[in-house]
């Protein structure tokens, strides 16, 4: 049976943020599994943040938006937050205040499958995780932008990366093993910006994101 990919993220995407982010779930306040994840939106918000002022701002993977009220107060000329998930989005369309519908917007539909996209900056933190190789290179070639940071996977050999594909498998791969999340290697990664003619693209990784690594060309990456 075919995975009906709108079901699993309307299912999911909630949850998984609550219990990275928010830590309102059981198991996000009885450990801290999710630091790397927290230090990854850390890094991207200051990083990004000498470029948002005035700035289109895309989110690609944007989930229910929990990072618009940043975004706002760095003086951002219009978010735009991207989803799968219509359980997502309909989430965030709740956070946009009243007196800044002007400034948001936010878009129900697949990322692979996006029109044009033109913006100043666009981001996304774990959506080329769970897109194949062609939807990656469909996704990069749909975006016109000045400026990209994209986190991923890398793919190596470690101990966190092992522990993370049992959980995987545990919690949800058992039952669908044909979507799971993708580790990509740097060349690859390299090879789908080339494809889309984004030049000049960097490498940002540390131990604090343990096998998480941050593609991009902005000026600097700010820890």
């Known amino acids: 049976m075919q995975l009906n990919k709108q079901k699993f993220w309307n299912e999911k995407i909630l949850g998984w943020e609550n219990d990275k982010y928010l830590g309102t779930t059981g198991l996000g306040r009885a450990v801290n599994i999710n630091r790397s994840l927290q230090v990854r939106r850390k890094i991207a918000l200051a990083s990004l943040a000498p470029l948002a002022k005035d700035a289109t701002v895309v989110e690609a993977g944007c ?4 990072l618009l009220e940043a975004f706002l107060k760095l003086g951002v000329k219009k978010y735009i937050g991207i989803d799968f998930s219509s359980a ?20 129900q539909e697949d990322i692979g499958l996006s029109k044009q996209i033109k913006c100043d900056v666009v981001f996304s933190l774990g959506l080329l995780d769970w897109l194949s190789e062609t939807e990656v290179e469909s996704f990069l070639s749909t975006v016109q932008a000045r400026y990209h940071l994209h986190s991923f996977s890398e793919q190596k050999r470690s101990i ?54 941050l593609a991009h060309n902005l000026p600097k990456i700010n820890e």
């Open 63 to 66: 989930g229910s938006g929990l």
């Open 88 to 107: 997502a989005i309909s989430k965030a369309k709740e956070r946009i205040p009243p007196d800044q519908q002007h400034r948001v917007e936010f878009r």
């Open 160 to 213: 966190a990366q092992f522990l993370h594909k049992a959980y995987v498998y545990i919690l949800y791969g058992h039952n669908n093993s044909e979507y799971t999340p993708n580790y990509y290697p740097r060349e690859t990664v390299s090879r789908f910006f080339k494809k889309s003619k984004t030049d000049s693209i960097n490498f940002f990784s540390s131990n604090y994101l343990e096998f998480g690594c």
